[in-house]
């Protein structure tokens, strides 16, 4: 089992208030079958996300990305030291390893995993996988701050022209540490919560997914009762739109032309999703 380099995205998962109409959502829109076993789902038989029952209806219905992690306790430790919070501290999974949630200065909530019998993601940036996470943030000089003494974030400033219509100038591209910070290596990125969003929204972790055609994922997400929050757009990286699912948790679409890093689409009214 390959050793991931810390802090780089390993697992995505949703937690949703009924699994089942889940998994007929994701099912149709991202081609993905499910283990009957675990809550993982399947793209030709490799892991690329989890779905979870929420079992506590006072948390929301949402989308979260894991970063990797030898070793959890750790982390949540230079994670509080840095300016952050534990919003759940490590806790054993089984096979899964150890997890945690733990909150930026801004507010946005990611996962930790240290991993167990597997590795997290079996398949990333292509067709109905993971591609790309983006922090929105009211308070980006802290962020970067914090990414960076925590993970050792590699980052470079996205010019205005990079990124289209993005939220703003003010968006940087993350690579992991030991990279050459550039196009090659990034795996993410954060963005600022600009005056132009509504006010209620909070800091927040945006997953992208990867589709051959943003257009037809839109219309797909409509038909299966989800709706579109950004609509479909080109950028320089490639056709984006921000959609939530029928049961109202928040993701992206992306349609590359041909690689290069994930863009920061401007969610306009997706209100307080995270």
Known sequence: MAVRTEGTPCWVDAQLPDLEAGKRFYGELFGWTFDPDRDEALLRGRRVA???????GRMPTTWTVYLATENAGTLA??????????????????PFGVLALAADPGGAVFGLRQAGDDDGFAAVNEPGA??????????????????????????????????????????????????RPGDDSAF???????????????????????????????????????????PARATPHGRVAVLRDNQ?????????????PGPSPAPQSAGTGG
């Open 50 to 56: 989890g779905l979870v029952p929420k079992r506590d």
């Open 77 to 94: 430790a230079r994670i509080r030291a840095a300016g952050g919070r534990m919003v759940m501290d490590p806790y054993p999974v089984g």
């Open 130 to 179: 993971f591609r790309w996470m983006e922090v929105y943030t009211r308070r980006p000089d802290a962020v970067d701050t914090f990414y960076a003494t925590v993970f050792g974030y590699l980052g470079r400033r996205a010019e205005p022209e990079e990124e289209g219509a993005g939220p703003g100038p003010d968006h940087r591209v993350w690579s992991p540490p030991g990279s």
């Open 188 to 230: 993410g990125g954060r963005a600022v919560i600009t005056d132009d969003f509504p006010a209620e929204m909070p800091g927040h972790v945006l997953v992208h997914f990867a589709v051959d055609d943003c257009d037809a994922a839109c219309d797909t997400t409509v038909r299966l009762g989800g709706r579109i929050v950004t």
């Open 248 to 260: 109202g948790a928040l993701f992206a679409v992306l349609a590359e032309p041909g690689g290069g």
